[in-house]
């Protein structure tokens, strides 16, 4: 797994001994946010037609900001197939 200058990885630690079965080495990336405090969220609709880039950048003006919202959101399995009326948490940053 090769981590780019610029990357929001960069200065992160890769652990390549995680394993999800006994046979196979996954990498696990842990990264640290720097202290900002307590995080405060608000709340948004998913609305049919929607795409979490689209989110991102109608909350943060920056579409590749997506993950902010995917992260905020664990219970999401699949980012392009989300309900319409689902309830997404949009981290205050």
């Known amino acids: 797994m090769a981590i780019y200058l610029g990357s929001r990885y960069e200065n992160s630690t890769v652990d390549f001994l995680a394993y999800r079965s006994p046979e196979t080495a996954a990498p696990v990336v842990f990264y640290q946010f720097p202290d900002i405090g307590r995080i405060t969220y608000s709340e948004y609709?998913?609305?049919?037609?929607?795409?979490?880039?689209?989110?991102?950048?109608?909350?943060?003006r920056y579409p590749e900001l997506w993950w902010l919202v995917a992260q905020a959101n664990p219970q999401i399995d699949d980012h392009n197939k989300i309900p319409a009326g689902t309830v997404l948490r949009i981290p205050v940053v």
């Open 45 to 60: 609709s998913w609305q049919e037609g929607d795409r979490m880039d689209q989110v991102a950048a109608k909350f943060y």
